[in-house]
């Protein structure tokens, strides 16, 4: 999801805008220019989700659980389309204000909504198994371990969850910076602890028992004199490795590869990002703040390849797909770069109301949510 500021923030920034006429952007977004196609992109399906992700461009990321993919609106529409050929198995109306994206596993779908509420779904019917409240606004997708679902609402709090009855387990809170990104982090969750990024740049895990700290460490370090200069939110979602290895990215700091038991710090770039990389093998993906994409060994964090062609386009956080990383951009379009050389391979457009959330892979296939809801399923050939 593209960062915003606070709202009261915003428009401080967009009054000072207009005083001082038209303000450029810091990467202004670079024409695309024509490239040899190595894969070509074939429209499998494609269905009209509501009305999309509203004006606030809410990051309701789709979810796929076996052969179902479920997608939503901001306005509380959630549909399950059969991911081979998209016929609709359900629709819900859920009279609720969606503002997360989805997740789903063992037979429910979770999401959070703008008033603060998250919402357990049975994936057969659309039935809303629970609700439960939270300490404010979701907009990261609940994330499940063994017993608990654990959400990170806007104010920074985390709080665990009951998986099967919703019934509160713990929550943590910590100090909030004046200004913040729009987007929070999304924590990384397994049975034992949960790894969550925070607004003030620093790390911390907590024991999945009780909620309590068992660690925390400094991700990024605010500089500068202005609010904005000094922004360092975790806003992504860590990535954790089987081995035990945790690779964590900051909004004006550094991208750092901890070992996640005691967050001994293994090597650490200056890079800024607010978006979730992606691992595949020894080669870790991101994009930085300009939208260039660069490949980094994650092993040892050098560098192996960085492409800039896409500079200023406000990009989505990476997903992989038969060895092409996918991409969507502000104008619609989807974009495929070869994993291993870092070259163009593969563009679609998919619709001109832009592209803000990750797509969702599986295979050979894509499936893509345009902002204004029309969710096109593509095969890479």
């Known amino acids: 999801m593209k960062p915003t500021l606070l709202i009261a923030a915003a428009a401080s920034l967009a009054l000072l805008a207009g005083c001082a006429g038209k303000v450029e952007p810091q990467y202004p977004p670079k024409d695309l220019e024509r490239f040899e196609e190595s894969v070509s992109l074939d429209s499998a399906w494609s269905e009209r989700v509501g009305r999309g992700l509203g004006r606030a461009s809410y990051p309701i990321a789709p979810a796929r659980d076996g052969d179902t993919v479920f997608a939503a609106d901001e306005r509380g529409r959630l549909m399950a389309l059969d991911a081979g050929d998209g016929s609709r198995r ?168 901890l070992e996640a038991t005691q967050g001994e710090v293994l090597w650490d770039r200056e890079l800024s990002s607010y978006l979730t990389p992606i691992l595949v093998g020894d080669f870790l993906f991101t994009v ?30 990476p997903a992989f797909a038969d060895g092409s990383l996918v991409f969507g951009d502000f104008e619609g379009y989807l974009h495929l770069i070869e994993a291993r050389s870092g070259e163009l391979s593969g563009r679609t457009r998919v619709d001109r109301s832009g592209i803000s959330v990750r797509p969702l892979t599986e295979g050979r296939r894509i499936h893509v949510l345009a902002d204004d809801g029309s969710l096109e399923t593509l095969d890479i050939q």
């Open 90 to 257: 359900w629709q819900q109306d859920l009279d609720v204000a969606i503002s997360s994206g989805l997740t789903a596993v063992a037979n429910r779908v979770y999401l959070g909504t703008r008033n603060g509420e998250v919402l357990a779904i049975d994936q057969r019917d659309g039935e809303v198994l629970w609700r439960t409240r939270v300490p404010s606004e979701v907009l990261a997708a609940p994330q499940p371990s063994q017993q608990l679902l654990v959400v990170q609402s806007v104010d920074g709090s985390v709080t665990a969850l009951d998986r099967a009855s919703g019934e509160e387990r713990w929550t943590y809170s910590t100090t909030r910076p004046a200004l913040t990104l729009r987007g929070t982090g999304t924590p990384m969750v397994i049975d034992p602890v949960t790894f969550a990024g925070m607004p003030n740049g620093r790390l911390v895990t907590l024991d999945n028992r009780n909620g309590q700290p068992l660690w925390d460490m400094r991700i990024a370090v605010p500089q500068g004199r202005s609010d904005i200069d000094r922004l360092v939110d975790l806003a992504a979602q860590p990535v954790l490795t089987p081995d035990g290895r945790l690779f964590v990215t900051s909004y004006n700091g550094r991208l750092v590869a």
């Open 288 to 317: 930085n703040e300009a939208s260039h994409v660069i490949a980094l060994d994650a092993n040892s964090g050098d560098e192996i390849w960085r492409n800039e062609s896409l500079e200023g386009r406000r990009i989505t956080a």
